[in-house]
Every structure is written in structure tokens, then in C-alpha cells.
């Protein structure tokens, strides 16, 4: 295992975007909740235009250990030599990371500059909207907008949009699931599949809708460690790290 100390912890950016009401803030406070990080003094990190929480998530990274040979007695059939190919061995570390969660005040009206700034080094984003107005939904092109072309243009140096390609990760959240009575959903239709993006639906008031083993907590370690090899993979130069 390899040998950290928290200066050298990275930070995954996660934006989670929506239009006013949809339910941001309790999705982040279940986003964010985690054993380390239980109460939202533990979490909250000050910010004047968001509201950022941040957590743990321990990334799952495979490291290749030396080849070992290994000696067959030279009748054996499985080699001609009778000494078997180095054998390629590895095991999986888990590498600690911090994620923050960007949650927009809605109240304020923030510069573009001052929110362009911020776009360009966020690792992931997290597209939320209120199962029960539909609008909420058909407004998150909207909302992706911006962010994208600054991930764009600062990430992969491209001005084009890059849907086709290895985007940043997103993932899609319906809330309010508790008050749903009808099925509303519409399937291809969704922008969760035009992105190929992971959907999850939940009631944000329910502290278990994100509960250890639980297929939401899968789609969200899934989607946090994307967000970390986005990071990896995409790196920007600028002060943040
Ligand atoms: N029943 C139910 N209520 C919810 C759910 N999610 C959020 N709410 C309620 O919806 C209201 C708005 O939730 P917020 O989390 O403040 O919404 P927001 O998107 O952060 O809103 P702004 O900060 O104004 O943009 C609050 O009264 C929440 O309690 C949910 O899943 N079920
Ligand atoms: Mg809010």
C-alpha cells in the first residue's frame, strides 16, 4: 500500500446542477454523508456563491506487481520450454480521494466569469430534477451548456463539443420519488440515455436512499470514481489540485 499523507490526497469537483426547488441541497447532504463525514459540520466547506460539502471516496486503482517465473518440469505440455511464461500478477489499492460537491445557491446571481472559473476544473456533474415538473427535467440541456464547453475548452483543448467522446462524467437524478403516483418516465426519451449517463431516483429525504450495498450507493462509487479518472486522465493547469 502505497504511502499517503493528506497533502497528497486529490480533490475530485463534482457540480450539481438543477434548476431552483428540484431538491440540490438534500441530495448533496445525502451525497456527501458518508462515516467519516456524518454531521454537516463535518462536511461543509465555505464557499460564498455554493454550498460545498465534501467526503472520502477510496478509489479502487490496480497496480501490477513484478512477474514471478514460474519452473514446470520440462514434460509439462502447457509450455514448450517447460518453463511458463512470466505470468502478469496484480492486486487492486484503495486510494483515498476527497470529493466536494459544488451545490449551486440559486438565490445569488453569480458573475459568468466567476462560475466559468470554477467549470473548468470540475471532474463530474450531477444533472438534478423534480420527478413531479417535467420541465425541470427538459431543462437540464440547459443547464449542461455551459459547463461542458469550459470542460471543453479547458480540459481537452477543443472548442467543439464532445458528447461522442469520453466526456466528463454525469450522472442523472430524479427526486421527490416519495410523492411520485404516476409513472412519468419516458425511456429514451430521457436525457439520462441521450448521455448514456447513469439515472438514479430518489427521495432525498429518505437517509437511506443512499445506504452501504444499496444499487444507488453502487451507481454513485461508480460514478465518483469516473469522476477521479476523468481527473486522471484530463488534468488542468491552473492552481487548484
Ligand atoms: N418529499 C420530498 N421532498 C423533497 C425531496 N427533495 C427535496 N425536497 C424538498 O424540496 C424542497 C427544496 O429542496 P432543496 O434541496 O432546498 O432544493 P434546491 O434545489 O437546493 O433549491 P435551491 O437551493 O433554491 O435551488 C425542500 O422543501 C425539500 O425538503 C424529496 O425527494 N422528497
Ligand atoms: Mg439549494
Redesign the pocket.
Known amino acids: 500500500m502505497e504511502q499517503q499523507t493528506i497533502k497528497h490526497v486529490l480533490t475530485a469537483r463534482i457540480l450539481v446542477l438543477?434548476?431552483?426547488?428540484?431538491?440540490?441541497?438534500?441530495?448533496?447532504?445525502l451525497l456527501a454523508k458518508s462515516e467519516d463525514t456524518p454531521t454537516p459540520a463535518t462536511r461543509r466547506v465555505g464557499d460564498c456563491w455554493w454550498?460545498v460539502q465534501v467526503r472520502l471516496h477510496e478509489h479502487p486503482r490496480y497496480v501490477w506487481l513484478p512477474p514471478t517465473p514460474e519452473w514446470t518440469s520440462s514434460s509439462s505440455t502447457s509450455s514448450p520450454t517447460g518453463i511458463e511464461q512470466f505470468p502478469r500478477r496484480g492486486g487492486v489499492d484503495l486510494v483515498p480521494h476527497f470529493v466536494e460537491f459544488y451545490?449551486?445557491?440559486?438565490?445569488l446571481r453569480m458573475p459568468r466569469e466567476h462560475r466559468n472559473r470554477l467549470y473548468r476544473h470540475i471532474d463530474g456533474i450531477i444533472l438534478?430534477y423534480?420527478?413531479l415538473r417535467m420541465s425541470t427535467h427538459d431543462n437540464l440541456h440547459d443547464w449542461l451548456y455551459q459547463p461542458l464547453r469550459q470542460i471543453c475548452r479547458h480540459r481537452h483543448n477543443r472548442m467543439r463539443p464532445i458528447l461522442k467522446r469520453r466526456h466528463v462524467p454525469i450522472l442523472v437524478v430524479g427526486?421527490?420519488?416519495?410523492?411520485l403516483t404516476t409513472r412519468c418516465l419516458r425511456g429514451s426519451g430521457k436525457i439520462a440515455s441521450q448521455l448514456g449517463a447513469d439515472e438514479i431516483l430518489?427521495?432525498?429525504?429518505?437517509s437511506k436512499?443512499f445506504e452501504h450495498k444499496s444499487r444507488n450507493a453502487g451507481k454513485l462509487r461508480k460514478f465518483l470514481s469516473n469522476a477521479i479518472e476523468f481527473k486522471l486522465n484530463f488534468p488542468t493547469t491552473g492552481k487548484r489540485c
Open positions: 438543477g434548476d431552483a426547488g428540484v431538491g440540490k441541497s438534500r441530495l448533496t447532504d454550498n451545490d449551486l445557491k440559486s438565490t438534478v423534480d420527478l427526486t421527490k420519488l416519495d410523492l430518489v427521495n432525498c429525504l429518505d436512499s
